[in-house]
């Protein structure tokens, strides 16, 4: 069903059938500016028209996002654009309402069947990356600002849309802090920049990998709480390749971006197999981690070749496990276009360690959704209920309606 028709019935009579384990909220240009204090309204993010082009821009003058182009893909008319020129061109006044409303997204949700969105930032990056160009106190407050949002929106949507929280990841003392604040204000898991270690803290000092225990107190607190730690893929400036060099000099630019936007899944790769290897697991053995919007279908061999490298060539010791055993009870992947195989994908990777997502509204999302059923059908319903919701509400926390099946 597309998102201009109009819906068969009120919340009372929808039928759900899944949680999406991916979405993006296309930040409203006020988002910042209406929330911060006087001392900072000037310098938080907010979109500003210079030399007849509208951007956003941080600190005053600092640009994060040429154009203010809305990252959604998906037209007032429902129709999706379906180029990068087209793309690039939209602005927020051209884009379905559903992409920064609140009323609107879960309009088009129960015209859908979909219970609830998890939701990712944009405009300070996948991984609150962007923040790195600005002082620290900034990055707080912009951070803190963002979360807040979020838990806004989680209210006025009552649970349905759960936006993952930012972290001030360059300080492990302001992450710990952030994080409890955020567990106070009901939000249900973290978003965090994939690579710390190519950053400065505060006191310019160079910032330890995720996997030293400089990163413990956060890790601690997320073991305990069951606290979902995220990974986007682009979640780092380093693993943000999509425009960058990934392809080939002289290719247009349509086949680049789509050269760039496959390779990203890879990129959640090596953090996984760092995360898996620096032992962290051992020491936190209740983290859960996802792997979000890189599908799943290099996991299983992923996970083949860490085992077979580490026999061969790591030594075999340093872990209380083989790399491969600690996914199943560790980590989660998400997948969404994916057709060919997909059944025996899932069973490889685990029933309970796979969540449907869609991208919604980004350019690659699964727009329209389709017909799930008959690319799962070989699953049984308490399989495929596994994998369209239920793995995702118990992970997140998220209460499920009596009409979901």
């Known amino acids: 069903m597309n ?13 759900y059938h899944m949680i999406d384990s991916d979405t993006h909220f296309t930040e409203p240009h006020d988002l910042w500016v209406s929330r911060a204090s006087e001392k900072f309204k000037a310098r938080v993010p907010q979109v500003k028209e210079v030399n007849g082009v509208r951007s956003w821009y941080i600190d005053g003058s600092i640009s994060i996002g040429d154009g203010a182009f809305p990252n959604s893909a998906i037209k007032k008319d429902g129709n999706k654009a379906r180029t990068t020129d087209e793309f690039f061109g939209l602005t927020i006044e051209d884009v379905h309402p559903a992409s920064f409303d609140v009323d609107a997204r879960l309009k088009y949700m129960d015209q859908n069947g979909v219970w609830a969105h998890i939701m990712y930032p944009n405009i300070l990056g996948f991984g609150g990356q962007q923040s790195a160009k600005v002082d620290p106190e900034l990055r707080l407050v912009s951070t803190m600002i963002f979360n807040d949002a979020m838990a806004d929106i989680q209210a006025q949507s009552a649970g349905r849309l759960c936006g993952m929280a ?21 939000l249900k898991g973290i978003n965090i920049n994939s690579a710390p270690h190519n950053h400065q803290r505060p006191d310019g000092g160079k910032l330890p990998p995720l996997g030293d225990v400089y990163w413990d107190p956060l890790w601690d607190l997320c073991n ?37 936007g496959a390779m990203l899944f890879f990129q959640n790769a090596q953090t996984l197999g760092n995360l898996i290897y620096s032992g962290l697991l051992d020491r936190f053995t209740e983290l859960q981690f996802v792997s979000v919007e890189s599908g799943i279908g290099w996991i299983p061999f992923m996970l083949e070749a860490l085992d077979y490298q580490y026999d061969e060539i790591a030594g075999s010791t340093g872990l209380q496990r083989h790399p491969s055993e600690y996914f199943a009870t560790n980590f989660h992947g998400t997948f969404w276009f994916e057709e060919k195989f997909i059944e025996q994908q899932i069973r490889m990777v685990g029933l309970d360690r796979c969540m449907f997502q869609t991208d919604f509204p980004h350019p690659t999302s699964l727009y329209p959704i389709g017909d799930l059923g008959s690319r799962l059908r070989g699953f049984s319903k308490d399989e495929r209920q596994a994998v369209l919701f239920g793995n995702c509400a118990r992970l997140y926390g998220i209460e499920l309606p009596s009409n979901i099946e």
């Open 224 to 260: 305990q709480t069951r606290l979902p730690i995220n990974f986007h893929i682009g979640s780092s400036d380093q693993s943000m390749d999509w425009m960058g060099s990934q392809w080939w000099p002289g290719m247009r630019e349509g086949m680049a971006f789509g050269i760039g």
């Open 166 to 186: 930012l972290l001030p990841w360059w300080d492990v003392n302001d992450a710990v802090a952030e994080t409890k604040r955020c567990l106070d204000l009901g």
């Open 3 to 15: 998102i201009h028709q109009e819906t068969t019935g009120q919340l009372s009579s929808t039928r």
